[in-house]
């Protein structure tokens, strides 16, 4: 199973899903990584990406993906995923791939933003991330969760939404017979 953690920057992408590939015993990545350094240095100067600057970003995170699945490897990949045609991209055509949203009120995402410096992606951008953002729809294979406080909780909450009967295995299956 592949298990996108999504949301706007500063949800908490990264650390819950750190956490959860941790608990889970599942390899991670951070989508910012899959980032061509042109896109990278677009965001310093404050300049908001654009769907074509996206486009060898989301290739390079559904070829990761894809190399996983093929392995039979579950694993745990962040990306903003804001609009629904990027999550369709990252979830059409693959089953093995879930995708859980993180929500958060746009003054916790300003406060989360200004108390990381250094990081390439500036608190000014947050306003062009909620322009682009198109909340997931029923029909999409999207979990909407809170995820405004202690980071471990949202992420013992995205398993118990996930695995209500037991968390999986190593291997990506729930553990039979776990309540």
């Given amino acids: 199973m592949i298990l996108i953690v999504a949301g706007v920057a500063g ?6 899903g750190a956490l959860l590939a941790g608990r889970l015993r599942w390899r991670f990545a951070d989508a910012d990584t899959f980032h061509p350094e042109a896109n990278v240095a677009k965001m310093r100067a ?31 990949v962040t990306c903003s995923a804001l ?14 791939a879930t995708m859980v949203f993180l929500i958060v009120r746009r003054e916790v995402l300003e406060q989360r933003l200004l108390s990381r410096p250094g990081h390439f992606f500036p608190e000014k951008l947050l306003d062009s991330q ?5 909340p997931p729809a029923p029909d999409e294979r999207v979990q909407d969760v809170l995820a405004e406080g202690d980071s471990a909780q ?11 009967y037991g968390e999986p295995n190593p291997g990506g299956e729930p553990v039979q017979g776990v309540m």
Avoid at 11 to 16: C, D, E, I, R
Avoid at 83 to 96: I, T
Avoid at 130 to 134: G, H, K, S, T
Wanted: proline residues 6%.
């Fill in 11 to 16: 949800s908490g992408k990264t650390t819950v």
């Fill in 46 to 76: 404050g300049i908001p990406l654009t769907d074509a600057d996206r486009e060898p970003w989301l290739q390079a995170i559904t070829d990761w993906m894809d190399e996983r699945i093929a392995a039979g490897q579950s694993a745990v």
């Fill in 83 to 96: 609009k629904r045609v990027y999550r369709d991209r990252l979830l059409v055509g693959r089953p093995a």
């Fill in 130 to 134: 909620l322009a682009a953002y198109e």
């Fill in 154 to 164: 949202t992420a013992a909450k995205i398993i118990a939404t996930l695995w209500p």
